[in-house]
């Protein structure tokens, strides 16, 4: 199983590009989650979803859009690059909160913004 | 809100104890810890569950105070792969995610 996988592993925009980051899971995970992690803090809830077609935002949703067509995908839409959205992005998905699993996390996106 | 952990950073020989604590101000439904090497993934430890269970994972243990929300990570006998930063997640009664804590940088020394 390849589990949660995210592209690309790195990429560098200029201020005001657009671009969407990927992430697919293959563990017919119903949740799935992004996140952002500044250097030397926590993860920060950008959006999740809770299966096809309802997403719902999270701590830090400003700058950045998400949909949800499928169980696999959940891509994230940053829309006008900005300094403040250099970061890196973790993708994680699990079952549904009754099962008490954890949450798998990709191996990350980390962006610049210059 | 973002529970808060403690202490931010510690310092350990190889084979002294460690304890990191997360606190949360909400009722909570489960903590979750994660460790977390520089430039990888969070890495899932465990989940404790509202009832205040502990529970064990080789040398790495964990308890839940259900009555303060509280939640601590024990670690015995540290060794070298130990080292990281460590997060709790603490999921609210009634929420479907998790909110992390600030986190807790262990370096462990030969």
């Known amino acids: 199983n390849a589990g949660v996988t995210q592209t690309p592993k790195f990429r560098i925009l200029k201020i005001g590009q657009s671009m969407t980051l990927q992430c697919a899971q293959d563990?017919?995970?119903?949740?799935m989650y992004w996140y952002r992690q500044d250097p030397g803090m926590g993860l920060k809830l950008i959006y999740y979803?809770?299966?096809?077609?309802?997403?719902d935002k999270g701590e830090v949703p400003n700058g950045y859009n998400v949909s949800r067509s499928t169980t696999e995908d959940f891509p994230l839409r940053l829309e006008l690059a900005a300094p403040s959205q250099t970061s890196v992005y973790f993708c994680?998905?699990?079952?549904?909160?009754?099962?008490?699993?954890?949450?798998?996390f990709g191996d990350g996106t980390r962006l610049s913004i210059l | 809100q973002q529970p808060v952990q403690s202490p931010q950073a510690v310092i350990l020989r190889e084979g002294e104890d460690a304890v990191i604590n997360c606190s949360s101000s909400?009722?909570?439904?489960?903590v979750h810890w994660y460790r977390q090497k520089h430039g990888e993934a969070p890495v899932f430890l465990m989940i404790?569950?509202?009832?205040?269970e502990q529970k064990g994972h080789e040398k790495i243990s964990a308890s839940f105070n259900e009555k303060k929300q509280q939640s601590s990570l024990y670690l015995t006998a540290s060794q070298l792969s130990y080292s990281g930063t460590y997060f709790c997640?603490?999921?609210?009664?009634?929420?479907?995610?998790?909110?992390f804590g600030q986190g807790t940088r262990l370096t462990i020394n030969p």
């Open positions: 994680a998905s699990s079952t549904p909160r009754s099962s008490n699993q954890p949450q798998h």
């Open positions: 563990m017919n995970h119903n949740y």
């Open positions: 979803s809770v299966g096809a077609g309802i997403t």
């Open positions: 909400k009722a909570l439904y489960s």
């Open positions: 404790l569950l509202k009832g205040g």
């Open positions: 997640g603490t999921e609210p009664q009634g929420a479907q995610k998790l909110v």
